[in-house]
C-alpha cells in the first residue's frame, strides 16, 4: 500500500508564509500544520536576526567613543545641545578612539545572531512543554516555533522605526569609558541611558511593548490551536504559559549571551 508524498512547499509559498505569520497567525499556522516546513522556519530565524541588527545598528551609528585609564564609576548622563554625553570613568583626559569600529560590528552581528537563535529555541521548548501540558500533538512544533519569530520580525522592525524617528534630533552619542570597557555589551547599556531622558521615547518604546506582548501572546495561542490541535479554551490558557515560559527562557539566554560580547 503506498501513500501520496505530502504536497511540497514552493518559495512564493514559503515567503508568502514568513510575511503573513506574524499578521495573520491563525490561518498560517493551520496550513503550516497540513505542510510543515523547515526552511521558511530557519528563513525567520536569520531575519529576526537582521532585524535584531537593524535596531541595534540604529543606535551605535551615533556612537563616538572615548577612552581613559581610570576607575569605571556609575556613569553621568549630560545633555549638551543635540549631544548626549555618557561619562563612566574617573578621568581628566581621554583619548577619542571614534566611532565603533569592525569588530564592534561583528560582535553585534553575534548578539543579533545569538538572539534570533535563542528566541527560536525558547518558543519550541515553551511550545512543546505548553502544549504537552494540554495533551496536544507535539508533532510541528517546531516549525511552528521557528514561524512565530515572524511576530518578532515586526516587533524589531517597527523598534528600529521607533528608535530613528525619536533619535533624529540628536548628533551623537559620546561615551567617556574607561579603556577596558569597550565590549559591546558595555556601549550599548552606556547608550540606552543615554536616550533614557529623549522626549517621548519611552512612552512610545513602551506602548510597543505592551502592543507585542499582546500580540505574542495572540501568536503563541493560534501556534498551539492549530499545531497543537487543541481546543481553543485550552489553547489560550496553553498560549498564555508558552509565552511566559519563552520569554522567561529568552531573556535569561540572551543576558548570558550578551554577558559575553
Same mark, same amino acid.
Given at each position: ?8 512547499? %514552493? ?41 535584531? /541588527? ?8 551615533? $556612537? ?29 583626559? /581621554?583619548?577619542? $578612539? ?37 495533551? %496536544?500533538?507535539? %508533532? ?71 502592543? /507585542? ?14 499545531? %497543537? ?33
Amino acid at each position: 500500500m503506498t501513500f501520496p508524498k505530502p504536497e511540497e512547499v %514552493g518559495p512564493g509559498e514559503v515567503v508568502k508564509r514568513i510575511l503573513l505569520a506574524g499578521v495573520d497567525p491563525f490561518r498560517v499556522f493551520a496550513e503550516i500544520s497540513r505542510r510543515p516546513d523547515s526552511v521558511g522556519a530557519f528563513a525567520c530565524m536569520l531575519m529576526l536576526a537582521v532585524a535584531h /541588527f537593524l535596531g541595534n545598528s540604529s543606535l551605535v551609528s551615533k $556612537v563616538v567613543l572615548y577612552a581613559a585609564k581610570g576607575e569605571a564609576v556609575k556613569p553621568e548622563v549630560l545633555s549638551i545641545g543635540d549631544v548626549r554625553r555618557v561619562v563612566a570613568v574617573n578621568a581628566t583626559s /581621554f583619548r577619542r $578612539v571614534g566611532p565603533l569600529n569592525e569588530e564592534h560590528y561583528a560582535a553585534l552581528n553575534m548578539l543579533s545572531l545569538g538572539y534570533a537563535l535563542v528566541t527560536w529555541i525558547a518558543w519550541a521548548l515553551a511550545l512543546w512543554l505548553s502544549v504537552k501540558l494540554v495533551g %496536544g500533538s507535539t %508533532g510541528p512544533v517546531v516549525v511552528l516555533s521557528g514561524y512565530m519569530l515572524s511576530a518578532k520580525i515586526y516587533e524589531n522592525l517597527t523598534k528600529a522605526v521607533i528608535l530613528v524617528v525619536y533619535l533624529k534630533g540628536l548628533s551623537r552619542i559620546e561615551l567617556f569609558i574607561a579603556q577596558s570597557a569597550q565590549r559591546v555589551n558595555t556601549v550599548m547599556s552606556l547608550v540606552s541611558l543615554a536616550i533614557a531622558e529623549v522626549s517621548g521615547l519611552q512612552t512610545a518604546l513602551l506602548a510597543h511593548m505592551a502592543f /507585542f506582548a499582546v500580540w505574542n501572546l495572540v501568536v503563541s495561542t493560534a501556534a498551539v490551536y492549530q499545531g %497543537g490541535l487543541v481546543a481553543l479554551k485550552r489553547s489560550i490558557v496553553s498560549g498564555v504559559i508558552a509565552y511566559i515560559l519563552a520569554s522567561s527562557i529568552q531573556s535569561i539566554a540572551y543576558t548570558l549571551i550578551a554577558s559575553t560580547i
